[in-house]
């Protein structure tokens, strides 16, 4: 997969939520590794950063980034049409410390990707592969997010409240394709109960009756609600009446739709699309942050993540095609198969077993694969990868000129199965290749090596 960014730029006008400011929104491309980056060109120097969960520091009604003078809230909503729709890297100038709220909803931020379409990029998309089980409970136990392996991103959400309006409530995607006709129409909420509160701490100043689900499920005094409505700017509403203020949901379950609008626009903050299944019970921004930043503490761990490797599915090439791309034979043939390959990265696969014959002498009582070999096997993926694309390969030979930082992390031992990943540092010149290369045994590198290669056409 190729990362992507938006093929022209858009722009969206609208009030922000919590300063009430008119703001301007404008998305544009941006190059391969930026990520989502924000711009604050109403402050001196233009100061801009990527949006990831490192930078959070208030979930209050919206999530809130920040760093120095540069702050940023209420993305959520425009994260996640960015992730619905798969892209990766975007520059967004904003002149507000927050983005236009629009309707409350994705659909504004949806409907403007949709329009100016994308545009697939030359790198390698890097995406978060979930391998186990990781989950994160709140502080109070109120809130749960379980993330678990899957072969495609999809997402379940769980709300519940003390309300005779609204209780329990469930949502769930299983497609991002489904996105824009699903979930992006989901608008925000507040319980009436709440805005007093909210307006005191000197929020919610652009909220309205078209930018939310306005939820009245306790009764009060007329007069009160007549001052909430004063405050708010909005028409009054008989206190008898309780209920939905705002007239026709689009789904009957708006509001657990819209929290999983929320919980898809914060994990957005991780840095990488997500292959894996989330199920979150009464999820909010505090609890959707701190597992995304569980998640990225974990990524920062692993330099590269394992590839995914299902030995029920059939080879790219068998030994039989190696043989005809590389010269090696017993006992030196180090690759089994290749089960992924692309123009830049291969990953091959390699089964230990004890009958291998340097075992006999290394070591008889405890056989422990050489790390030379494990070094050439990593060089013989690379050297399908150089050659597979070339139209008779079989007149090239690789030879290795250096081999740099190379680190050994565990022993391999018979019964392990290697999988290599190899990759490009730098595009093929004059017959040189640039290679990076890693060995994993049960998801964890082995071995790790960078390559230069020299390509010769042979006599």
Known sequence: MKQRTIQEAFTLEGIGLHTGLPIKLTFLPAEVNSGICVKRIDLPDQPCYELTADLVTATQRGTVLQKNEWKISTVEHAMAALSAADIDNCLIEVNAPEFP???GSAKPFMDGLQRVGIQEQAADRDVFVVRKRIEYVSPDGNSR??????????LDVHISYPSPILSNQYATLEHKEDFAKEIASARTFVFV????????????????????????????????IDQIAEKMKQPTVPADRLG???????????PARHKLLDVMGDLMLIGKPIQGR??????????????????????????????????????????????R????????????????ISDKVIVGVKNVTTNEPFFQGHFPQEPVMPGVLLVEAMAQTAGILVLHDKEDPERYSTYFLKIDNVKFRHKVVPGDTLVFRLEFM?????????????????????????????????K
């Open 101 to 103: 709220i629009m309707d």
């Open 145 to 154: 997010v379980i993330i678990l392996p899957d072969d495609h991103f999809s």
């Open 193 to 224: 109960r709440e805005i007093e509160p909210l307006l005191e701490a000197n929020l919610i100043k652009g909220g309205d009756l078209q930018n939310a689900i306005v939820i009245y499920d306790k009764l009060l005094p007329q007069e009160k």
């Open 244 to 254: 939905y203020l705002c007239g026709q949901l689009t789904h009957d379950n708006e």
């Open 278 to 323: 989330v199920i979150a019970y009464c999820p909010g921004h505090k609890t959707n942050t701190e597992f995304a930043k569980i998640l990225r503490k974990q990524l920062k761990h692993q330099e590269v993540q394992a590839p995914v490797y299902d030995d029920s599915v059939p080879p790219i090439y068998d030994i039989n095609q190696i043989k």
């Open 325 to 340: 791309l590389l010269p090696h034979r017993y006992p030196f043939l180090l690759v089994d198969k290749i089960v992924s």
């Open 426 to 458: 730098s595009e093929i010149r004059r017959g040189l290749a640039n290679v990076k290369g890693y060995c994993f045994v049960g998801g964890q590198i082995t071995t790790e090596a960078e390559f230069v290669a020299q390509i010769i056409k042979n």
